[in-house]
């Protein structure tokens, strides 16, 4: 359906599918929580988007810390505009499967949601994590301003020299700021709370992260 493009490597934004200009329905409410998943969100709350694996898991590792008001899964980093889940497996959207992470900066400390997000899964793999491959398995952290980007790349560069001493090649992380971000399909949010016996091929690298 989609050709035999190579998944473990970007597509050409000219060769990108065009997507669409209405965005994915999805149930307002958080699954676990209740909180809302599509905004206006409570004031005070800051926002980022990580990367890290598959959604399903990842989603998981940030809504149990205290601190975090809401998350979601979906699609950033790449091209296609309101893609599916279909056309990003095909990776002819250039996104990757991302969570946004809401949370109360007064609880939980930026820092604290990095080393959550480090320690999660192995950010040296490239366009794979675990047995999933392909570019919608990429590491990618994308910020909400100039100050997070800084956190994050210092963050990225204290982690790296923990990882060498482990024995693990350089991070492959991509660090951005305003990437857009596309929500995933109803039956993804909150995926493992309403199938707790569902797939998760998250594992980290038994490396703790600095601080």
């Known amino acids: 359906m989609f050709g035999n493009h190579n998944k473990a490597q970007m597509v050409d934004p000219q060769a990108a599918l065009p997507g669409r ?17 599509v905004p206006p969100f409570r004031d005070g709350m800051a926002q980022v988007v990580f990367a890290l694996g598959c959604f399903w898991g990842a989603e998981r590792c940030f809504w149990v810390k205290e601190g975090v008001y809401t998350t979601a899964v979906g699609y950033a980093g790449g091209y296609t505009e309101n893609p599916t889940y279909e056309e990003v497996c095909s990776g002819l959207t250039g996104h990757t499967e ?20 480090w320690e999660a899964h192995d950010p040296t793999q490239g366009m794979r994590q675990g047995n999933d491959q392909g570019t919608q398995y990429r590491s990618a952290i994308y910020c909400q301003d100039s100050t997070q980007l800084s956190l994050a790349t210092q963050s990225r560069d204290s982690y790296q020299e923990k990882l060498k001493l482990a024995g693990y090649q350089s991070i492959t992380t991509e660090i951005a700021r305003d990437k857009a971000f596309f929500y995933a399909e109803d039956y993804h949010q909150q995926y493992l709370a309403k199938n707790p016996g569902g797939y998760c091929g998250l594992g980290g690298t038994g490396v703790t992260c600095p601080g």
């Not at 946004?100 to 820092?111: E, G």
């Open 98 to 117: 991302v969570v946004l992470v809401v949370y109360d900066p007064s609880i939980l400390s930026f820092p604290q949601l990095l080393n959550v997000f």
């Open 21 to 37: 200009s209405t965005p994915m329905v999805v149930n307002d409410r958080h699954y676990v929580s209740g909180a809302p998943i």
